[in-house]
C-alpha cells in the first residue's frame, strides 16, 4: 500500500478534533465494550417481519394482510429511490431529490422548472416523465434451498461461484416467464438466506407537482445531514395504465393530513440501497482506508471545482449548484464513514459482535472445523486486494474527465474490434458506441474541465504516488492546473466530431494516436486486466468465505437479527425522538415558523432564499408541522419511503439522515443517530396554500381524484 497522503492525514486530524472532546469525557476499555441488540439494525424484510417484536415494543401486531397492502401500496422508484401510493388513482409521493435531475425531461422551452417548480393544473396538463420507471413487489419466493444446493456442487472457488450465478440466473429466467414479472435473486445474511423477488412495473409516469429546487433541497450543501430542517423535499406524480388512464389501485395508503401524533411507533417502508453490517472488520478496515479514501478524495474534489465554478462564473451559478448536488451528497456521506470508522467505540462494539460469533464458533468443534478459519481467511484476501488497490484506481475509467472517458472507450473500442462481435462487452456491439458518443454535448465547459482534469491527475499521483514511473512519463513532473493545460493542449478528445470520426475510421489509429490519454490508457491496459484478473481470483474466494459466514451467522440468530440493506424491500420500525446534539436539544420536529427564521437569519441568502410565491403564504399554518426526526433505521435508497401509523395511514415521507447517523453504514444506533423526514401535515398545507393545487389537495383529503 501507499504511504499516507497529506489527505488521509487531514481526514485522521478531523476525526481527532471532532472525536478527543468526546472521549477526553467518556473513557472506556475497549475489551469490556458489548455489541447491543439491534447494533446490525432494523431494517426487516417482509418475508420475517417481525411481528412478535412489534407486539412486544409496541403493542401492535401487524396482520399479513396489514403487511400485504403495505408492501403493495410500496414502489421502488426509477434507480435508487422509494415512494408510495397515496390514492387509488395511482398519485404517488416521493422526494424532490428524487425528481430534481429529471426535470429538464419535461421543461418546455421557456420553462425553468429547478428555479420556478411544476404544477399540472388539470390532469390532461400532468406530463410523462420520459425514461422513468416505477415497480411494485408482488412476488416473494425462498429460494436458499436451490442456491445453496448449487454453490455445494462446486469443488473450487470459482466453480462455486460460477454455479451459484448459473442457478441464479436459472431461477429468475424461470419464474420471470411464469410469472411476467421481473425477477431477481437477492442474497441475505451474506448467503445465509437467498430471496427471489418478482416486480410489476409501471412505466408511464407523469409529473404533477414538482417544488422549486431552492425549497425541495432548502438549506442546500451545508444543511445536508443536518438536523433541525425546514426543507420540502418531495414531490407528487401519477402512474397511468397501459391505456393512458390513471392506475385504478386498492393498494394506497390513506393520506393523514394532520401528520403523526409524538408517540406514534411509526413504520417505514421502501428499499434502503446498501449497509455492510455484517462485513468483517478486515472488510471495514478496507473500505475506510481504501475505497472510502478514493470516493471522497474525487467527491469532496468535485465540490471544490463546483464552489470555484460560480465564484469564477456567477452567471452559471445555478447550473454548477444543480451539478454539485451529487457529489456534495457524496462527499458528506463517505466523509462520516470514515470519521465513524475511526471512532474507537463503535468498532470496539463491531469487534465485540465478530468475538460472540467467534466464541460460538470456537466452543463447537463441528463449528469450529467448518468455520473457524473464516476471518482469518478474509482478513488474508483483504491484505491481498490492497496490493494493486492503487493501479486499479488509477486505470480505470476515470468518470470525473471526459477526456479520460472518452480514452477510455476508444481504446477499448479499438481492441474490442479485433475479436468477433458476439464476444465483445455489450456497449462495444454493433454501433452502440458512435450511438452513445453521438448523444454527447457538442459543447464543452473547458474551464470547468480543466478543473476537473487536475483533480483527476491528482487522484492518479494519490494512488501510484509521485514517483511511479507512469507518472512521471505521462505527467513529467508538471501538477495542478499546468498540467491539465498541458495535456489538454495535446488532446482533440473534447471535440465531439473528432471523437466520432476515430469511431468512424481504422481502429487501429486509435491505437497510433499520440493523445496523451488514449496513451496512457493503451499503456496501462495489458496491467489493468491483469490486476483486475487477479482481484477477481481473490474476490471468488472472499464470496465463497462470506457465503460460509452467512450460513453461520443465519444459523446462531435466524431472522431475530435484520439482514444487511440489500436494495430490496424493507420494514424499519421505530419513534419520533429529538436528540442532544451542539450543546442544547433537538426538537422533534420543525415547524414552517422556523423556515422563515432561517431566511430572515441567513439575510435571504442562497442557499436560505426563498420563492416570491413563498412570501406570500395566505392561509399557511406557519405552526403546522414540518420536518420530524425519529429511529428509524434508514439509509440512502430509503429516499422517498412512506411513513405510516399503525393504522395504515401516510404520516410523513422519508427524505435523510443526520450526521450522528452515518455510521449506519456499518452499525445502527440510536443515541442520537436520527432519520429526517418530511410530516404529511407540511406536505398538505404546500399543496394547498403555497402551490395552490386545490385539485391534488383534495385528492390528499379523499383519496381519489377530485371531481
Not at 341 to 349: E, G, I, N, S
Not at 666 to 685: C, D, G, H, P, V
Request: proline fraction near 4%; glycine fraction near 8%; hydrophobic fraction near 35%.
Amino acid at each position: 500500500m501507499n504511504k499516507p497522503t497529506r489527505f488521509s492525514i487531514q481526514l485522521v486530524i478531523l476525526f481527532l478534533f471532532v472525536s478527543l472532546p468526546f472521549f477526553a469525557q467518556q473513557k472506556f476499555n475497549p475489551d469490556t465494550v458489548k455489541a447491543k441488540k439491534f447494533d446490525i439494525g432494523k431494517m426487516w424484510t417482509f418475508e420475517h417481519a417481525p411481528v412478535d417484536y412489534f407486539y412486544e415494543a409496541y403493542g401492535f401486531k401487524p396482520t399479513q394482510e396489514w403487511l400485504d397492502h403495505a408492501r403493495l401500496s410500496t414502489l421502488r422508484f426509477g434507480g435508487g429511490c422509494s415512494s408510495g401510493f397515496i390514492s387509488e388513482d395511482g398519485l404517488l409521493l416521493t422526494n424532490h431529490h428524487c425528481v430534481d435531475f429529471i426535470a429538464q425531461r419535461i421543461q418546455k422551452e421557456g420553462e425553468n422548472i429547478p428555479r420556478d417548480g411544476f404544477y399540472a393544473a388539470t390532469l390532461a396538463e400532468e406530463r410523462r416523465v420520459p425514461n422513468l420507471s416505477v415497480t411494485q413487489l408482488s412476488l416473494i419466493v425462498d429460494v436458499t434451498d436451490e442456491v445453496v444446493a448449487a454453490i455445494n456442487m462446486g469443488k473450487t472457488d470459482k466453480e462455486k461461484v460460477d454455479l451459484k450465478n448459473a442457478k441464479i440466473q436459472e431461477l429468475q429466467d424461470k419464474y420471470s416467464k411464469e410469472t411476467g414479472l421481473v425477477c431477481n435473486v437477492t442474497s441475505l445474511y451474506h448467503g445465509g438466506k437467498y430471496s427471489l423477488y418478482g416486480f410489476k412495473r409501471y412505466n408511464d409516469v407523469r409529473a404533477v407537482i414538482f417544488m422549486e429546487r431552492i425549497v425541495g433541497l432548502y438549506g442546500g450543501d451545508p444543511d445536508n445531514y443536518t438536523y433541525p430542517r425546514y426543507n420540502s423535499d418531495f414531490a407528487v406524480l401519477r402512474v397511468y395504465d397501459d391505456n393512458g388512464k390513471p392506475l385504478k389501485t386498492n393498494n394506497f395508503f390513506k393520506m393523514n393530513i394532520y401528520g403523526p401524533k409524538l408517540d406514534d411507533p411509526l413504520f417505514v417502508l421502501g428499499y434502503p440501497g446498501v449497509t455492510n453490517r455484517l462485513k468483517t472488520i478486515a472488510q471495514l478496515e478496507y473500505n475506510r482506508d481504501i475505497t472510502y479514501r478514493n470516493n471522497t478524495f474525487q467527491s469532496n474534489g468535485m465540490v471544490k471545482i463546483y464552489e470555484e465554478m460560480m465564484k469564477l462564473y456567477p452567471e452559471r451559478a445555478d447550473i454548477y449548484r444543480g451539478l454539485m448536488f451529487g457529489p456534495a451528497n457524496t462527499a458528506k456521506r463517505q466523509n462520516g464513514f470514515i470519521v465513524n470508522l475511526f471512532d474507537p467505540y463503535l468498532m470496539a462494539r463491531k469487534k465485540a459482535f465478530e468475538n460472540n460469533i467467534k466464541k460460538v464458533v470456537m466452543n463447537d468443534n463441528a463449528k469450529k472445523q467448518k468455520y473457524g478459519h473464516i476471518w482469518d481467511a478474509i482478513a488474508k484476501t483483504r491484505k491481498e486486494l490492497a496490493v494493486y488497490a492503487g493501479e486499479r484506481a488509477a486505470f480505470a475509467r476515470l468518470n470525473n474527465s471526459i477526456y479520460f472517458q472518452r480514452a477510455f472507450d476508444l481504446v477499448e473500442f479499438a481492441f474490442a474490434s479485433k475479436i468477433p462481435e458476439d464476444q465483445r462487452p455489450p456497449e462495444m456491439r454493433g454501433d452502440r458506441l458512435t450511438q452513445a458518443m453521438a448523444n454527447l454535448p457538442a459543447d464543452v465547459d473547458l474551464p470547468l474541465e480543466k478543473k476537473k482534469l487536475a483533480m483527476v491527475n491528482d487522484f492518479i499521483v494519490l494512488n501510484l504516488g509521485k514517483d511511479n514511473p507512469i507518472v512521471k512519463k505521462f505527467f513529467g513532473g508538471l501538477s495542478g492546473e499546468k498540467l491539465a493545460d498541458k495535456l489538454m493542449g495535446e488532446s482533440k478528445l473534447s471535440d465531439k466530431d473528432f471523437v466520432l470520426s476515430f469511431i468512424k475510421g481504422n481502429p487501429e489509429e486509435i491505437l497510433k494516436s499520440s493523445d496523451p490519454f488514449i496513451k496512457y490508457y493503451a499503456e496501462t491496459r495489458d496491467a489493468r486486466l491483469k490486476y483486475l484478473a487477479e482481484a477477481q481470483e481473490i474476490m471468488n474466494t472472499e464470496t465463497v468465505l462470506e457465503d460460509q459466514l452467512g450460513l453461520l451467522i443465519y444459523d446462531i440468530f435466524g431472522t431475530s437479527i435484520a439482514p444487511d440493506a440489500t436494495g430490496t424491500f424493507r420494514i424499519s420500525d421505530g419513534l419520533i425522538a429529538g436528540y442532544e446534539y451542539n450543546g442544547t436539544i433537538a426538537p422533534p420536529m420543525t415547524t414552517f415558523y422556523g423556515l422563515y427564521d432561517r431566511y430572515y437569519s441567513h439575510q435571504k441568502q442562497w442557499p436560505w432564499d426563498l420563492p416570491a410565491r413563498w412570501l406570500n403564504y395566505g392561509g399557511l399554518d406557519l405552526s403546522a408541522q414540518n420536518n420530524f426526526v425519529g429511529t428509524f433505521d434508514t439509509v440512502g435508497g430509503s429516499s422517498g419511503s412512506p411513513i405510516i401509523n399503525k393504522n395504515g395511514e401516510y404520516v410523513g415521507i422519508l427524505h435523510d439522515g443526520n450526521m450522528e447517523g452515518l455510521s449506519n453504514d456499518f452499525i445502527y444506533t440510536t443515541e442520537k443517530n436520527r432519520s429526517i423526514a418530511l410530516s404529511s401535515q407540511a406536505i398538505y398545507q404546500i399543496v394547498k396554500h403555497i402551490v395552490k393545487a386545490d385539485r391534488i389537495a383534495k385528492e390528499m383529503e379523499t383519496s381519489k381524484i377530485a371531481e
